[in-house]
């Protein structure tokens, strides 16, 4: 079965400061990986997803991520973090089969000035 | 485009009593999720519809909770009767027919709260 493990339910940095927020998964097959943020009292937003192709994956707001198969890793990263970037970032995982999502617990980011 | 839309998007209630969520997606979409998220943690899938279909409601607690789309549009999610574990934010998701079928489309969600 498939899981998906965030490692750090905070990760708090400094504003300016580089942003990794780490995200490990287990698949038996090549998966589709998925970086969600969550405002707070919103939705999810989609910030990024891989599917095929290139591994460095770029989204939006200044983020992206690497997928490395070797390490089963989706780690989402951001050069120069922003007060903006405070919210609840969630990273899921699927097959190709039904496109059904497995979640992480989710990583709260926070934003020190 | 407008978005996936859900109402209420708050409800308070006490427990045993029930209750009822509404959700439209996006124009056009053919799959429909429904998803629980108790604070802390990640959203759990409860039921996929494809058109008015059920793809698969193998995690919905059927004996209190229950949805439909009839008319393979908008959707309702029911529990009765309410538990106090029922708290949750209820997260409705589409996704597109064509083109990026892997991505889900989230609305801002119904805050639930069993007292």
């Known amino acids: 079965a498939q899981s998906v493990t965030q490692l750090g339910s905070h990760v708090s940095v400094s504003e300016g400061a580089l942003v990794l927020l780490r995200c490990n998964y287990s698949s038996s097959v090549p998966p589709y990986l998925f970086w969600y943020v969550q405002y707070p009292n919103q939705g999810l937003q989609l910030l990024l997803k891989?599917?095929?192709?290139a591994t460095l994956v770029k989204g939006i707001n200044g983020f992206e991520a690497e997928f490395k198969k070797s390490e089963t890793s989706f780690h989402l990263t951001k050069p120069s973090a922003h007060m903006s970037d405070a919210a609840e970032y969630f990273c899921?995982?699927?097959?190709?089969?039904?496109?059904?999502?497995?979640w992480g617990a989710g990583t709260k980011l926070i934003i020190k000035p | 485009e407008a978005g996936v839309a859900q109402s209420p998007r708050y409800k308070i209630i006490e427990k045993r009593q029930s209750v009822a969520f509404w959700c439209n997606p996006i124009?056009?979409?053919?799959?429909l999720y429904w998803y629980q998220q108790i604070l802390g943690q990640g959203p759990k899938l409860l039921i996929q519809f494809q058109n008015n279909g059920v793809v698969d409601d193998s995690q919905l607690p059927k004996d209190r909770f229950s949805a439909e789309r009839l008319k393979g549009v908008d959707s309702t999610l029911k529990i009765q009767p309410a538990k106090l574990e029922d708290s949750a934010v209820y997260l409705c998701?589409?996704?597109?027919?064509?083109?990026?079928?892997?991505?889900?489309?989230f609305g801002p969600g119904t805050r639930l709260t069993v007292l």
């Open positions: 891989y599917t095929t192709g």
């Open positions: 899921a995982v699927s097959d190709d089969s039904n496109y059904q999502l497995i």
């Open positions: 998701a589409s996704t597109p027919t064509s083109g990026s079928t892997d991505t889900q489309y």
């Open positions: 124009s056009g979409h053919a799959t």
